[in-house]
């Protein structure tokens, strides 16, 4: 279980991850 739960957080984090890189494009492209 422990692999899979690593597994659940390593996808969050990936996401946040992205979700992250996303936002922070778009604010500089309204900014700019």
Request: net charge negative.
């Amino acid at each position: 279980m422990t692999h899979f739960r690593e597994r659940i957080l390593a996808a969050i984090l990936a996401v946040a991850d992205v979700g992250g890189d996303v936002g922070w494009t778009v604010s500089v492209d309204s900014t700019v």
